[in-house]
């Protein structure tokens, strides 16, 4: 009965008829994109409703936007491309701003790390924006 992109709650059971999503995307990144890590930090710890990652690595988000609440749900499907689904008013506006929230238009040109710890850890983190 899982259905591909089935909701998943905290406790990781699947909520079964799953709804079909308002607005969906697919959206190719320019570069390598760590999706889970890059996401991490928009979090505020374990218990914030707001964020949530699934056992899968799938994220899920609630946000307010100017047409209204919504709900968004991303999967990485490969190292560049990410599925984007969501519901509500806002589910146009937050799937809008997907590309952005993953660095769409992050400018990696003047980054130099002189630094050797720092430029190790960008060598080893190539995925997070």
Known sequence: MNAPYAPVVPD???????RKAD???TWTSPHHLD??????RLG?????????VSPTGDVWRTARTAEGAATLHLRQLDPQTV??????????A??????????ARDDHSQF??????IAEAHRRNGGLR
């Not at 990781?12 to 799953?18: L, N, S």
């Not at 999706?35 to 991490?40: E, F, Q």
């Not at 937050?94 to 660095?103: F, I, K, M, R």
């Open 83 to 92: 599925a984007c689904r969501a519901w509500g008013a806002g589910a146009a």
């Open 44 to 52: 505020r710890g374990p218990g914030d409703p707001t964020h949530r």
């Open 35 to 40: 999706m889970a890590t890059t996401l991490a």
């Open 112 to 117: 130099d790390p002189r630094i050797p710890a």
């Open 12 to 18: 990781a059971t699947v909520v079964p008829q799953a």
């Open 94 to 103: 937050v799937v809008a701003g997907v590309p952005d929230l993953l660095g």
């Open 23 to 25: 607005v969906e995307l």
